[in-house]
Antibody
Framework: QVQLVESGGGVVQPGGSLRLSCAASGFTFSSYGMHWVRQAPGKGLEWVAF????????YYADSVKGRFTISRDNSKNTLYLQMSSLRDEDTAVYYC?????????????WGQGTLVTVSS | QSVLTQPPSASGTPGQRVTISCSGS????????VNWYQHLPGTAPKLLIY???QRPSGVPDRFSGSKSGTSASLAISGLQSEDEADYYC???????????FGGGTKLTVL
């Protein structure tokens, strides 16, 4: 069965960096686009970033553009999110999600999430 | 503020039918399909409806989706206590070049 397991969350000071990982199993990872989606405390879901199945293109929400980098290693079935210049408002649970399609697609599976807390 | 607009809350008694609305614009719902997710705090969100009205295997037929123009709705019939959760609509946005979500609707089963 499909499994997505996020790791790497924790407490970091404003301006700091953190790298999240998402280990995928149960499907052909290299055939699917992948996303990061976050949920700040008491808020709704917010899309963060998307990478195509082969890593050829990346897309970012305006709120993280220039600070976050999404990448993947298809040989390790792992998705990454490198976060830098972190701000208080980046505090959230970060989910990785398997994407079906390109545009007009949908998230078929999600991970359980990893909590990132930006605080001094 | 979310790009798609949902009511913050909805409620119903067991057995009732409840609908949750989702309003967008021509760049998202108006030109792309709508998906719905169920989310219980502390757990992984779950796909409920994709491509406006398609149910993944394992999702009961009590859940149904529809779309018209720049709006969509999720209907839950035969409401059960286990349906108490947050529900989010989502659609690709051609202007933002990424998916957008509604603010979520907290469903309470009275």
């Amino acid at each position: 069965q499909v499994q997505l397991v996020e790791s790497g969350g924790g407490v970091v000071q404003p301006g700091g960096s953190l790298r999240l990982s998402c280990a995928a199993s149960g499907f052909t990872f290299s055939s699917y686009g992948m996303h990061w989606v976050r949920q700040a405390p008491g808020k709704g879901l917010e899309w963060v970033a998307f990478i195509r199945y082969d890593g050829s293109n990346e897309y970012y929400a305006d709120s993280v553009k220039g600070r976050f980098t999404i990448s993947r290693d298809n040989s390790k079935n792992t998705l990454y999110l490198q976060m830098s210049s972190l701000r208080d408002e980046d505090t959230a649970v970060y989910y990785c999600a398997k994407w079906e399609g390109y545009s007009s697609g949908w998230y078929s599976y999600w991970g359980q999430g990893t909590l990132v807390t930006v605080s001094s | 503020q979310s790009v798609l607009t949902q009511p913050p809350s909805a409620s119903g008694t067991p057995g009732q039918r409840v609908t949750i609305s989702c309003s967008g614009s021509s760049s998202n719902i108006g030109s792309n399909t709508v998906n719905w997710y169920q989310h219980l705090p502390g757990t992984a969100p779950k796909l409920l409806i994709y491509r406006n009205n398609q149910r993944p295997s394992g999702v009961p037929d009590r859940f149904s989706g529809s779309k018209s123009g720049t709006s969509a709705s999720l209907a839950i019939s035969g409401l059960q206590s286990e349906d108490e959760a947050d529900y989010y609509c989502a659609a690709w946005d051609d202007s933002l070049n990424g998916p957008v979500f509604g603010g979520g609707t907290k469903l309470t089963v009275l």
